[in-house]
């Protein structure tokens, strides 16, 4: 193969790993100092998703195989789709079961539900 792809190639592959280390260092720092649980599902959500997501599309480049960089991309679609939905649906699923936001939160724009009235 040519001398300078590969390096191209190379430094694509250490871009990728490093600025997707880089999204799931983010993610872990905002799970450990986020105050409740709403923020540190958006952090695990929405920047470990990004990690995630570039360390596969990294493995995928690295492989140098098309087969592998379509699954790899697939599988990084597949993240960028799904993870902010179904944490989207777990927060409110929370939100609904109770658990209640930090004082450091401005607006609660989810109203709770109303308990029916007793005659």
Do not use: C
Not at 6 to 12: E, G, Q, T, W
Not at 54 to 68: C, K, M
Not at 74 to 103: D, E, N, R, W
């Amino acid at each position: 193969m040519n001398p300078v792809l590969d390096v191209v190639i190379a430094v694509l592959v250490a871009a990728l790993l490093i600025i997707g280390a880089l999204f799931s260092l983010l993610a872990a720092i905002g799970i450990v100092r986020f105050p409740d649980l709403y923020t540190r599902m958006h952090a695990a959500s929405k920047a470990g998703t990004i990690g995630s997501g570039l360390l596969l599309l990294a493995a995928g480049v690295h492989s140098l195989d098309p087969a592998i960089l379509i699954r790899a991309l697939a599988g990084f679609f597949f993240f960028v789709l799904t993870a902010p939905i179904s944490a989207h649906l777990l927060a409110k699923a929370a939100h609904q079961a109770g658990y209640k936001l930090t004082k450091l939160s401005v607006v609660d724009q989810l109203p709770q539900k109303e308990e029916p009235r007793r005659r």
